[in-house]
């Protein structure tokens, strides 16, 4: 059994799993009692032995369980009362990610889990003894009922996660219309930031499968390889789809959507030192710069002594084509925090045209239709330089908060104190 020792001379022993106990008495305010008793703790971990940190592995996994299903509750109830207009989002995934930080994946995949587990009370209170992993969880969901889920808890408590993944897939190809497969395809295109590689991953019907091979076949196969040749097929296919997206692009009749939108100063490319950036953010030295440029359309943009694209003034209320592609390239999205939706956005002045505000870059931000209509109507308000930092202010005058916020001393100092059973004090 893992023991957390009260002191080092062992007058009391109490484990993650103790015994009922008195409840903990105010904690200090400075804190320092909590947080010796949490060093105490990493010194009992470094001090067990192989038994010990396999029942300290359960326990802190049972802790993190009853703290997770807590989460997800309480975004069952957020959205059951309607509450997330104060917060300027509409569902809520889009509220766990603007309060943790989630990213929108994870933070759909919470919210669908937590509304399926409002029907399936027995998989709620599995997870919540710490009795099976998230990662079970999120595909158990995915095909219990309320009269299968019984047995799918036995299961689960001694099958691993990549069975119930398993058994999640084979549902969804069962509901499958025919044999056509359609309602699985996709394809994603994605990277993990910066200037890492892009990925490209997908689901094709046997048909556009078939279709899309073809097409690599023929365009990889001339000129075939020779000594100043020399591409493995993988390349030779990345190179055919680029060649078949560009094609598709030269052909489209409009030039401004069709555009592939390189941000490069003049210096870089005279100079041969430096980097040049796509819209998506994406950096790529200065040699391949100068490639691109060979046989590209160059379009002029000024920039002030601060590196800022200069706008237009009083002399338009809306940004031209050049400007709206400077604000695209900036912002990647609507700004409005948890959003980032990357369609259908309008270009919001931050200080209303109207109220002598310009049309230029640190006046202008990009919002979908929706935060669009919140700061015209519902109250909202922006402040701040969009070439920065932005603030926005809710209706009634308080700024929207972000990210999550650190674990109030009561509830940590009722965690890691010496005070028998870990018992939630909500």
């Known amino acids: 059994m893992f023991d957390m020792k009260a002191d080092t001379k062992a007058a009391k022993v109490t484990t993650l799993a103790g015994e009922s106990g008195a409840a903990p008495p105010d904690s200090d305010p400075s804190g320092g009692e909590t947080a010796a008793r949490e060093n105490e703790i990493q010194a009992a971990?470094?001090?067990?032995?192989?038994?010990?940190?396999?029942?300290?592995?359960?326990?802190?996994?049972?802790?993190?369980?009853?703290?997770?299903?807590?989460?997800?509750?309480?975004?069952?109830?957020?959205?059951?009362?309607?509450?997330?207009?104060?917060?300027?989002?509409?569902?809520?995934?889009?509220?766990?990610?603007?309060?943790l930080g989630l990213s929108s994946k994870v933070a759909r995949e919470w919210a669908a889990v937590a509304r399926s587990l409002e029907s399936l009370p027995l998989i709620s209170e599995a997870y919540e003894r710490g009795e099976i992993?998230?990662?079970?969880?999120?595909?158990?969901?995915?095909?219990?009922?309320?009269?299968?889920?019984?047995?799918?808890?036995?299961?689960?408590?001694?099958?691993?996660?990549?069975?119930?993944?398993?058994?999640?897939?084979?549902?969804?190809?069962?509901?499958?219309?025919?044999?056509?497969?359609?309602?699985?395809?996709?394809?994603?295109?994605?990277?993990?930031?910066?200037?890492?590689?892009?990925?490209?991953?997908?689901?094709?019907?046997?048909?556009?499968?078939?279709?899309?091979?073809?097409?690599?076949?023929?365009?990889?196969?001339?000129?075939?390889?020779?000594?100043?040749?020399d591409r493995t097929w993988g390349q030779r296919y990345a190179d055919a789809l680029t060649e078949m997206a560009g094609a598709?692009?030269?052909?489209?009749?409009?030039?401004?959507?069709?555009?592939?939108?390189?941000?490069?100063?003049?210096?870089?490319?005279?100079?041969?030192?430096?980097?040049?950036?796509?819209?998506?953010?994406?950096?790529?030295?200065?040699?391949?710069?100068?490639?691109?440029?060979?046989?590209?359309?160059?379009?002029?943009?000024?920039?002030?002594?601060?590196?800022?694209s200069v706008g237009l003034g009083r002399t338009s209320r809306s940004p031209n084509a050049s400007l709206l592609r400077y604000l695209k390239f900036r912002d990647k999205g609507c700004r409005f925090p948890s959003c980032g939706r990357t369609r259908f956005l309008k270009s919001h002045h931050i200080e209303h045209w109207i109220d002598?505000?310009?049309?230029?870059?640190?006046?202008?931000?990009l919002l979908c239709g929706f935060h669009h209509r919140l700061v015209h109507g519902g109250g909202w308000s922006i402040r701040g330089n969009p070439e920065g930092r932005l603030r926005f202010v809710r209706p009634d005058g308080r700024k929207l908060m972000m990210g999550p916020l650190q674990l109030r001393p009561a509830y940590r100092d009722r965690l890691f104190r010496n005070s028998g059973p870990l018992a939630p004090v909500w």
């Open 133 to 229: 992993c998230w990662d079970s969880v999120r595909h158990l969901v995915e095909f219990a009922t309320p009269e299968t889920e019984e047995e799918l808890v036995d299961w689960a408590k001694e099958a691993p996660a990549d069975t119930m993944r398993m058994a999640a897939t084979r549902h969804r190809v069962s509901r499958r219309v025919g044999d056509a497969g359609y309602e699985e395809c996709f394809v994603r295109l994605s990277k993990a930031g910066g200037n890492a590689p892009w990925r490209l991953s997908g689901l094709l019907t046997a048909e556009q499968g078939s279709t899309v091979k073809a097409a690599f076949e023929r365009l990889s196969e001339e000129p075939q390889k020779t000594e100043h040749d």
């Open 248 to 308: 598709k692009l030269a052909d489209d009749q409009d030039p401004d959507r069709a555009t592939v939108v390189l941000h490069v100063d003049v210096e870089t490319l005279r100079d041969r030192e430096g980097a040049g950036d796509f819209e998506d953010g994406t950096s790529v030295p200065a040699e391949v710069a100068r490639r691109i440029c060979c046989d590209s359309r160059l379009q002029i943009v000024l920039d002030d002594a601060n590196g800022r």
């Open 45 to 99: 971990i470094r001090a067990s032995n192989d038994d010990e940190l396999d029942d300290a592995l359960h326990q802190f996994h049972g802790i993190h369980c009853l703290a997770h299903i807590q989460i997800l509750r309480v975004v069952v109830e957020k959205e059951r009362k309607g509450a997330l207009d104060r917060d300027g989002v509409r569902s809520g995934w889009e509220w766990l990610s603007l309060k």
């Open 356 to 365: 002598d505000g310009f049309t230029d870059p640190d006046n202008l931000v």
